[in-house]
């Protein structure tokens, strides 16, 4: 097997930030003094930012813009990254090996930019990645490839020389479909859609501490 490009998700696959999401939009709306239905980021999971301040907007009577609403919500995520969120298990070694295979790395993130760079920075990662991509970048979410092509564009590889590597299962069934080759990986917050990652993915991880295999497997 052919690699000459990996694209790595952000939240929940590089960072350990999927509960901080979770958390996220209860403070932003906390701070105009309402309170989030347990199940409301759950719910906007798989939305795009400004997907997701519509449904708040109906949900929670806001008169507040799209684009206020998102930068709510961001604010209180950007506390998170710069002092909370935690790197996965084996985020180092992972783009290591891959480095040392001579196999250039980008993050496709429904995340805004700022917030990646943001978060890599803090870590000392940014320079790690030949290119960032987020949804904003190419107008769709995660259930439309578009931000996986963009990537692998920049990158210079072709969608089925190209690693996915993501946790969540909606998004490596995108991959999947688009011809790239999907790597799922565990994250407590898709403990009851494991067994689902596993059957989409081409390869699957505990960690990516176990990517050598993946690399390893290179014909």
């Not at 052919?2 to 403070?27: C, H, K, M, Q």
């Not at 309170?35 to 999971?45: G, Q």
């Not at 290591?96 to 760079?117: C, N, Y």
């Not at 564009?153 to 688009?178: C, F, I, N």
């Amino acid at each position: 097997m052919r690699i000459t490009g990996a694209v790595f998700d952000l939240d929940g696959t590089l960072l350990d930030s999927n509960s901080y999401w979770d958390r996220a939009p209860d403070e932003y709306l906390k701070t105009l003094g309402k309170r989030a239905a347990p199940d409301l980021a759950r719910r906007i999971f798989t939305m795009t930012l400004p997907e997701a301040a519509d449904c708040m907007t109906r949900e929670y009577g806001l008169t507040q813009t799209a684009e206020e609403i998102g930068e709510g919500v961001n604010a209180a995520m950007e506390r998170f990254y710069r002092t909370e969120i935690p790197l996965k298990e084996g985020v180092r070694e992972a783009l290591d090996w891959l480095g040392e295979a001579g196999v250039p790395v980008a993050i496709a993130s429904v995340t805004d930019r700022p917030l990646v760079e943001c978060a890599m920075r803090r870590f000392g990662l940014l320079d790690r990645f030949s290119a960032i991509v987020t949804i904003a970048d190419v107008g769709a979410g995660k259930n439309e490839p578009d931000v996986y092509l963009e990537a692998a564009r920049r990158l210079g590889s072709m969608p089925g020389e190209t690693l996915v590597v993501e946790d969540a299962l909606h998004a490596l069934e995108t991959a999947k479909r688009a011809g790239f080759i999907t790597v799922g990986v565990y994250d407590d917050t898709s403990l009851d859609k494991q067994e689902a990652i596993r059957n989409i993915s081409d390869y699957y991880l505990n960690s990516l501490k176990e990517i050598d295999f993946v690399l390893g497997d290179r014909k």
